[in-house]
Every structure is written in C-alpha cells, then in structure tokens.
C-alpha cells in the first residue's frame, strides 16, 4: 500500500487566509482611490477660497483707502468664486444681494458728497473742479493724493464764492462730514458682501 500522504492541518486554512489578505488589500485599494481623487481636488478648492478671500480682503480694506479698489474688487471676487464653484439657487440669491449691495454703495460714494456740497453752497463747477483735482492728486501723491485734491478743489470754489476763508474752510470741513459719511457706508456695505459670501461658502 502506498502511503497515504497527510496534508498538514490548517495549510488550507492559511491559504484561505492569503486569499482573504488578498481580496482586503484589493477593496482597500479600491475605496482609496475616490478619497486619492477628491484629495486632489481638495487643495485646488482650498486655494481658490485663499485667494478669493484675500481679494475680498483688500476689497474691504478698500474702502477706507482710496488707492485701492473696493465694493467691486469685492463683487469681482465674489463673482469669479460663483463662477469656479457653481453658484446653484442659493449662490445666485447671494450674488444677487451683493450685486445691489455694491451698486447701492457706489451710489452713495456719489451721491452723498454731492448733497453735502450743495448744503454747503458749492457749485457743480466747483463739484467738478474737486473731483478733477481729486483725480490729480490720486495721479501725483500715493494714496492720500485724492482725498488731498479733492478738499484742494472744495476750498477754491468755496473761496472763488464767497471770499472769506473762514466760511470757505467751514464749508470744506462741512463737505469732508459728508464724504466721510460715504466711507462709512461703504465700509459697512463691504462688510456685509464679505459676510454674505463667508455664509455662502460654509453652506
């Protein structure tokens, strides 16, 4: 008789066992490769947010500092970001809200002044000449330049007036009441388009 050929206990079982390892690793790698794919994209979407976010940033910062652009910086950004995402029903709501938000405000950049001049008795020359000598001073000195042209230009058409200096300076100093109430407002206006696209993202 030929011997009988005994297969060690538990061999069938440890190649079981390989195969199972096996088949594990295999799912493994297959569940993670949609968590490889999302993790790439993951970075791109954090990087737009960024940049997004720093433009918003200066937006807002914008308006307290003329050299720099503001509410529609703010609306630019916001609309480049609704553009990459997808702005889907409640995106489109919100940059529907801080498109008005931003026209409300730059309305009011020119409106108020203008009401404050005219309080004051200035002109629509005079208006114009602050403004042309607002835009001479943003060319000339950095930053302060336009604030500076602008006061320039409201004292001369008060003076060129009333020739009194006192009342030519009372008159300025009234106007700047009123552009500073623009800054305000603006200042305000950007803080709520900022707020309106935080919300949007982390819905």
Known sequence: MDPVRRVPSGSGGHEDD???????????SG???????????FPQMTLLTIVVALAIAVGVVGTL???????????????????AEGFGAVGFGIFIIISALAAAGTAAAVLLPQRA???????RWGQALAAVLGIVGFLVIPIVGAAVG????????????????????????????????????????????AALWAGWVLL
Request: proline share 3%; hydrophobic share 55%; glycine share 14%.
């Open 31 to 41: 569940a993670e490769s949609p968590g490889m794919a999302a993790g790439s994209r």
């Open 18 to 28: 390989r195969e199972a390892v096996g088949s594990g690793r295999g799912c493994a």
């Open 65 to 83: 500092v003329p050299v720099l652009p503001g509410l529609w910086l703010i609306w630019a950004a916001v609309l480049v970001y609704g553009i």
């Open 150 to 193: 602008f006061v320039a230009g409201i004292l001369i058409a008060a003076l060129v007036q009333s020739r009194d200096f006192r009342a030519a300076a009372r008159s300025t100093w009234s106007t700047l009441k009123g552009v500073a109430a623009v800054t305000g407002v603006q200042f305000l206006t950007a803080l709520a388009m």
């Open 117 to 123: 001049a005219r309080g004051q008795g200035i002109s």
